[in-house]
Protein backbone atom coordinates (compact mmCIF):
# COMPACT_ATOMS: atom_id res chain seq x y z
CA UNK A 1 0.00 0.00 0.00
CA UNK A 2 1.56 3.44 -1.16
CA UNK A 3 2.41 6.32 1.92
CA UNK A 4 -0.09 8.09 2.35
CA UNK A 5 -0.15 11.74 0.15
CA UNK A 6 1.23 13.96 3.38
CA UNK A 7 4.17 11.18 3.81
CA UNK A 8 5.11 11.28 0.39
CA UNK A 9 4.75 15.55 0.03
CA UNK A 10 7.09 16.07 2.83
CA UNK A 11 9.63 13.72 1.19
CA UNK A 12 10.11 16.75 -1.73
CA UNK A 13 8.78 19.87 0.11
CA UNK A 14 8.94 21.72 3.82
CA UNK A 15 5.51 21.35 5.03
CA UNK A 16 4.29 24.32 6.46
CA UNK A 17 0.67 25.03 8.34
CA UNK A 18 -1.05 27.65 7.27
CA UNK A 19 -3.15 28.40 10.76
CA UNK A 20 -3.40 30.50 14.01
CA UNK A 21 -5.05 27.06 15.57
CA UNK A 22 -2.26 25.52 18.27
CA UNK A 23 -4.20 22.04 18.71
CA UNK A 24 -3.84 21.81 14.64
CA UNK A 25 -0.10 22.29 14.36
CA UNK A 26 0.47 19.56 17.59
CA UNK A 27 -1.73 16.86 15.47
CA UNK A 28 0.09 17.76 12.22
CA UNK A 29 3.87 19.08 13.53
CA UNK A 30 4.58 20.95 10.25
CA UNK A 31 8.75 22.01 10.20
CA UNK A 32 7.32 25.86 9.38
CA UNK A 33 3.59 27.66 10.39
CA UNK A 34 2.42 30.63 9.09
CA UNK A 35 -0.22 33.64 10.25
CA UNK A 36 -2.30 36.11 9.12
CA UNK A 37 -4.22 38.80 10.38
CA UNK A 38 -7.54 37.12 9.13
CA UNK A 39 -6.65 33.63 11.54
CA UNK A 40 -5.36 35.45 13.82
CA UNK A 41 -8.67 37.12 14.29
CA UNK A 42 -10.50 33.80 14.57
CA UNK A 43 -8.11 32.32 16.57
CA UNK A 44 -8.51 34.90 19.02
CA UNK A 45 -12.28 34.07 19.39
CA UNK A 46 -11.89 31.14 20.19
CA UNK A 47 -12.76 29.86 24.13
CA UNK A 48 -9.20 27.68 24.22
CA UNK A 49 -7.50 30.86 23.15
CA UNK A 50 -8.68 32.89 25.74
CA UNK A 51 -6.08 33.01 28.17
CA UNK A 52 -3.55 34.30 25.57
CA UNK A 53 -5.72 37.15 24.42
CA UNK A 54 -6.92 37.74 28.50
CA UNK A 55 -2.94 37.43 29.30
CA UNK A 56 -2.07 40.20 26.60
CA UNK A 57 -4.31 42.69 27.29
CA UNK A 58 -3.78 42.81 30.97
CA UNK A 59 -0.20 43.58 30.16
CA UNK A 60 -0.89 46.14 28.32
CA UNK A 61 -3.06 47.71 30.35
CA UNK A 62 -0.12 47.34 32.99
CA UNK A 63 2.11 48.65 30.25
CA UNK A 64 0.37 51.94 29.69
CA UNK A 65 -1.26 52.54 33.01
CA UNK A 66 -5.04 53.08 34.37
CA UNK A 67 -5.11 56.66 32.52
CA UNK A 68 -4.71 55.39 28.99
CA UNK A 69 -8.02 54.66 27.11
CA UNK A 70 -9.59 51.22 26.29
CA UNK A 71 -8.82 51.53 22.38
CA UNK A 72 -5.14 52.42 23.41
CA UNK A 73 -4.76 49.43 25.14
CA UNK A 74 -6.43 47.31 22.82
CA UNK A 75 -4.10 48.97 19.61
CA UNK A 76 -0.89 47.99 21.86
CA UNK A 77 -2.41 44.38 22.90
CA UNK A 78 -2.93 43.90 19.13
CA UNK A 79 0.36 44.42 18.25
CA UNK A 80 1.78 41.92 20.81
CA UNK A 81 -0.95 39.15 20.30
CA UNK A 82 0.69 38.09 17.17
CA UNK A 83 3.89 37.51 19.02
CA UNK A 84 1.98 35.42 21.52
CA UNK A 85 0.50 33.42 19.50
CA UNK A 86 4.18 33.06 17.37
CA UNK A 87 5.51 32.06 20.84
CA UNK A 88 3.02 29.39 21.33
CA UNK A 89 3.66 28.32 18.03
CA UNK A 90 7.23 27.55 18.27
CA UNK A 91 7.58 25.66 21.20
CA UNK A 92 6.19 23.20 19.08
CA UNK A 93 7.33 23.31 15.35
CA UNK A 94 11.02 23.31 15.31
CA UNK A 95 11.50 26.06 12.23
CA UNK A 96 10.07 29.19 11.97
CA UNK A 97 6.92 30.97 12.39
CA UNK A 98 5.93 33.72 10.21
CA UNK A 99 4.42 37.01 11.63
CA UNK A 100 2.68 40.04 9.76
CA UNK A 101 3.53 43.61 9.83
CA UNK A 102 0.01 45.49 9.89
CA UNK A 103 -0.86 45.76 6.38
CA UNK A 104 -1.94 49.33 6.63
CA UNK A 105 1.54 50.00 6.51
CA UNK A 106 1.87 48.15 3.10
CA UNK A 107 2.80 51.51 0.63
CA UNK A 108 5.14 53.16 3.66
CA UNK A 109 8.44 51.61 3.48
CA UNK A 110 9.72 52.90 6.52
CA UNK A 111 6.63 52.37 8.84
CA UNK A 112 6.98 49.11 7.47
CA UNK A 113 10.93 48.92 8.96
CA UNK A 114 10.04 50.38 12.13
CA UNK A 115 7.43 47.94 13.09
CA UNK A 116 9.15 44.87 11.47
CA UNK A 117 12.08 45.75 13.94
CA UNK A 118 9.46 46.19 17.22
CA UNK A 119 8.74 42.91 16.29
CA UNK A 120 11.93 41.02 16.28
CA UNK A 121 12.94 42.72 19.86
CA UNK A 122 9.57 41.40 20.80
CA UNK A 123 11.13 37.88 19.96
CA UNK A 124 14.44 38.68 21.04
CA UNK A 125 13.20 39.78 24.25
CA UNK A 126 11.41 36.22 24.51
CA UNK A 127 14.52 34.33 23.90
CA UNK A 128 13.69 33.18 20.23
CA UNK A 129 16.13 33.78 17.71
CA UNK A 130 15.98 35.58 14.09
CA UNK A 131 16.40 32.39 12.35
CA UNK A 132 12.99 31.12 13.62
CA UNK A 133 10.85 34.16 12.97
CA UNK A 134 9.73 35.40 9.43
CA UNK A 135 8.38 38.76 8.77
CA UNK A 136 5.27 38.69 6.64
CA UNK A 137 5.58 41.93 3.99
CA UNK A 138 3.29 42.37 1.40
CA UNK A 139 4.82 42.49 -1.89
CA UNK A 140 4.32 46.14 -3.18
CA UNK A 141 7.13 47.86 -4.45
CA UNK A 142 7.72 49.74 -0.75
CA UNK A 143 7.52 46.65 1.04
CA UNK A 144 9.83 45.07 -0.78
CA UNK A 145 12.42 47.88 -0.69
CA UNK A 146 11.72 47.43 3.85
CA UNK A 147 12.40 44.15 3.45
CA UNK A 148 15.88 44.67 1.47
CA UNK A 149 16.89 46.94 4.51
CA UNK A 150 15.56 44.16 6.52
CA UNK A 151 17.96 41.88 5.00
CA UNK A 152 20.69 43.31 5.45
CA UNK A 153 20.15 43.50 9.11
CA UNK A 154 19.86 39.50 9.34
CA UNK A 155 15.69 40.29 9.43
CA UNK A 156 14.33 37.26 7.38
CA UNK A 157 11.09 38.39 5.59
CA UNK A 158 8.36 36.34 3.59
CA UNK A 159 6.79 38.33 1.26
CA UNK A 160 3.14 37.69 0.91
CA UNK A 161 0.27 38.25 -1.38
CA UNK A 162 2.18 37.59 -4.56
CA UNK A 163 0.34 37.08 -7.40
CA UNK A 164 2.43 38.16 -10.41
CA UNK A 165 6.75 37.33 -11.56
CA UNK A 166 7.18 40.49 -11.23
CA UNK A 167 6.59 40.89 -7.49
CA UNK A 168 8.79 37.77 -7.15
CA UNK A 169 11.57 38.93 -9.17
CA UNK A 170 11.78 41.99 -7.82
CA UNK A 171 11.61 39.98 -4.51
CA UNK A 172 14.07 38.29 -4.99
CA UNK A 173 16.98 40.71 -6.42
CA UNK A 174 16.42 42.39 -2.92
CA UNK A 175 17.49 39.61 -1.47
CA UNK A 176 14.59 38.26 0.87
CA UNK A 177 14.58 34.98 2.31
CA UNK A 178 11.24 33.61 1.45
CA UNK A 179 7.60 34.13 -0.97
CA UNK A 180 4.53 33.26 -0.80
CA UNK A 181 2.54 33.14 -4.20
CA UNK A 182 -1.07 32.79 -3.62
CA UNK A 183 -2.29 29.64 -5.62
CA UNK A 184 -6.13 29.78 -4.49
CA UNK A 185 -6.57 33.23 -4.59
CA UNK A 186 -5.45 33.24 -8.30
CA UNK A 187 -7.68 30.58 -9.11
CA UNK A 188 -10.72 32.43 -7.80
CA UNK A 189 -9.93 35.32 -9.94
CA UNK A 190 -9.22 33.70 -13.20
CA UNK A 191 -12.83 32.01 -12.51
CA UNK A 192 -14.38 34.41 -11.76
CA UNK A 193 -13.26 36.71 -14.73
CA UNK A 194 -13.20 33.84 -17.05
CA UNK A 195 -16.53 31.98 -15.99
CA UNK A 196 -14.34 28.91 -16.49
CA UNK A 197 -13.29 26.00 -14.05
CA UNK A 198 -9.50 24.48 -13.75
CA UNK A 199 -7.78 21.58 -12.92
CA UNK A 200 -4.44 20.31 -12.39
CA UNK A 201 -1.72 21.37 -14.38
CA UNK A 202 -3.96 24.39 -16.02
CA UNK A 203 -4.97 25.39 -12.59
CA UNK A 204 -3.47 29.50 -13.15
CA UNK A 205 -2.69 29.72 -9.61
CA UNK A 206 -0.89 26.22 -10.01
CA UNK A 207 1.37 27.89 -13.04
CA UNK A 208 1.80 31.10 -11.29
CA UNK A 209 3.96 29.41 -8.73
CA UNK A 210 5.73 26.81 -10.99
CA UNK A 211 6.72 29.78 -13.37
CA UNK A 212 8.28 31.24 -10.04
CA UNK A 213 9.49 28.40 -8.93
CA UNK A 214 11.41 27.56 -12.19
CA UNK A 215 12.69 31.24 -12.62
CA UNK A 216 14.12 31.04 -9.20
CA UNK A 217 16.21 27.77 -9.43
CA UNK A 218 17.15 28.92 -13.10
CA UNK A 219 19.05 32.10 -12.14
CA UNK A 220 19.90 30.10 -8.82
CA UNK A 221 18.44 32.53 -6.85
CA UNK A 222 18.73 32.07 -2.87
CA UNK A 223 15.15 33.01 -2.36
CA UNK A 224 12.54 29.96 -1.56
CA UNK A 225 9.14 29.65 -2.66
CA UNK A 226 6.40 28.70 -0.50
CA UNK A 227 3.31 28.05 -1.91
CA UNK A 228 -0.08 29.31 -0.43
CA UNK A 229 -3.47 29.83 -0.13
CA UNK A 230 -5.19 26.42 -1.46
CA UNK A 231 -8.17 25.64 -2.46
CA UNK A 232 -7.77 22.38 -3.36
CA UNK A 233 -5.20 18.98 -2.72
CA UNK A 234 -5.19 18.85 -6.54
CA UNK A 235 -3.04 22.67 -6.35
CA UNK A 236 -1.04 21.12 -3.81
CA UNK A 237 -0.12 17.70 -6.07
CA UNK A 238 0.72 19.93 -9.14
CA UNK A 239 3.51 21.65 -6.55
CA UNK A 240 5.19 18.92 -5.07
CA UNK A 241 8.76 19.38 -5.13
CA UNK A 242 8.15 23.12 -4.03
CA UNK A 243 10.54 24.48 -1.42
CA UNK A 244 8.03 24.77 1.24
CA UNK A 245 3.75 24.67 1.00
CA UNK A 246 1.71 26.51 3.35
CA UNK A 247 -1.42 24.27 3.79
CA UNK A 248 -4.63 24.59 6.25
CA UNK A 249 -5.38 21.93 8.79
CA UNK A 250 -8.35 21.09 6.68
CA UNK A 251 -6.37 19.90 3.81
CA UNK A 252 -3.36 18.66 5.61
CA UNK A 253 -6.07 16.28 7.30
CA UNK A 254 -7.48 15.23 3.75
CA UNK A 255 -3.69 14.54 2.40
CA UNK A 256 -3.19 12.48 5.38
CA UNK A 257 -6.10 10.10 4.60
CA UNK A 258 -5.61 10.36 0.72
CA UNK A 259 -3.45 6.58 -0.67
CA UNK A 260 -2.12 7.64 -3.85
CA UNK A 261 1.14 7.94 -5.50
CA UNK A 262 2.07 11.87 -5.38
CA UNK A 263 4.90 12.21 -8.12
CA UNK A 264 7.16 14.91 -7.97
CA UNK A 265 6.42 17.92 -10.14
CA UNK A 266 9.13 20.61 -9.85
CA UNK A 267 12.54 20.26 -9.46
CA UNK A 268 15.67 22.55 -9.79
CA UNK A 269 17.40 20.46 -12.78
CA UNK A 270 14.03 20.15 -14.45
CA UNK A 271 14.12 24.34 -14.15
CA UNK A 272 17.42 24.81 -15.39
CA UNK A 273 16.98 22.80 -18.83
CA UNK A 274 13.97 25.31 -19.36
CA UNK A 275 14.58 28.04 -21.79
CA UNK A 276 14.07 31.22 -19.26
CA UNK A 277 14.49 34.51 -20.09
CA UNK A 278 16.18 36.42 -17.98
CA UNK A 279 13.98 39.74 -16.68
CA UNK A 280 15.20 43.40 -14.45
CA UNK A 281 12.23 44.50 -12.74
CA UNK A 282 13.53 48.21 -11.49
CA UNK A 283 10.82 50.55 -10.25
CA UNK A 284 9.39 51.29 -13.87
CA UNK A 285 9.30 48.18 -14.91
CA UNK A 286 7.57 46.87 -11.95
CA UNK A 287 4.90 49.45 -11.94
CA UNK A 288 4.46 48.56 -16.00
CA UNK A 289 4.28 44.70 -15.23
CA UNK A 290 1.68 45.45 -12.13
CA UNK A 291 -0.16 47.72 -14.34
CA UNK A 292 -0.21 45.27 -17.14
CA UNK A 293 -1.50 42.37 -14.77
CA UNK A 294 -5.18 42.59 -14.37
CA UNK A 295 -5.46 39.79 -11.66
CA UNK A 296 -2.18 40.69 -9.70
CA UNK A 297 -3.43 44.35 -8.92
CA UNK A 298 -6.80 43.34 -8.34
CA UNK A 299 -5.44 41.11 -5.89
CA UNK A 300 -2.66 42.55 -4.02
CA UNK A 301 -5.45 45.79 -3.39
CA UNK A 302 -8.14 42.95 -2.53
CA UNK A 303 -5.70 41.41 -0.24
CA UNK A 304 -4.07 44.57 1.57
CA UNK A 305 -8.06 45.80 2.06
CA UNK A 306 -8.91 42.12 3.53
CA UNK A 307 -6.53 42.09 6.24
CA UNK A 308 -6.39 45.65 6.97
CA UNK A 309 -10.34 44.84 7.85
CA UNK A 310 -9.72 42.25 10.14
CA UNK A 311 -6.79 44.04 11.87
CA UNK A 312 -9.91 46.65 12.54
CA UNK A 313 -12.09 43.77 13.42
CA UNK A 314 -9.00 42.46 16.02
CA UNK A 315 -8.94 45.87 17.54
CA UNK A 316 -12.37 46.05 18.35
CA UNK A 317 -12.41 42.56 19.76
CA UNK A 318 -10.05 43.27 22.15
CA UNK A 319 -11.32 46.81 23.36
CA UNK A 320 -14.23 45.33 23.80
CA UNK A 321 -12.66 42.30 25.56
CA UNK A 322 -10.54 44.80 27.65
CA UNK A 323 -14.18 46.31 28.88
CA UNK A 324 -15.21 42.98 29.82
CA UNK A 325 -12.27 42.08 32.18
CA UNK A 326 -12.07 45.88 33.73
CA UNK A 327 -15.18 45.22 34.85
CA UNK A 328 -14.65 42.43 36.90
CA UNK A 329 -13.43 42.75 40.44
CA UNK A 330 -9.77 42.43 40.73
CA UNK A 331 -10.62 38.79 42.61
CA UNK A 332 -12.17 37.25 39.55
CA UNK A 333 -9.79 39.17 36.95
Not at 116 to 126: C, F, K, T, V
Not at 127 to 147: P, Q
Request: aromatic fraction near 6%.
Amino acid sequence: MPQNLLEQLRSYTVVVADTGDIEAMEKFRPQDATTNPSLITTAAQLPQYQPIVDGVLLDARKELGDSATDPDVAKLAFQRLAIAFGRKILAIVPGRVSTEVDARLSYDTCATITQARSIIAQYDHAGIGRDHVLIKIASTWEGIRAAEVLENEGIHCNLTLLFGLHQAVAAAEAGVTLVSPFVGRILDWYKKDTGKDYHGAEDPGVQSVTNVYNYFKKFDYKTVVMGASFRNIGEIRELAGCDLLTISPQLLAELEATQDDLPRKLSPDAAKALPIERIVVDKQTYDRMHAADRMATDKLKEGIEGFSAALVKLESLLARRLAELESRTPATV
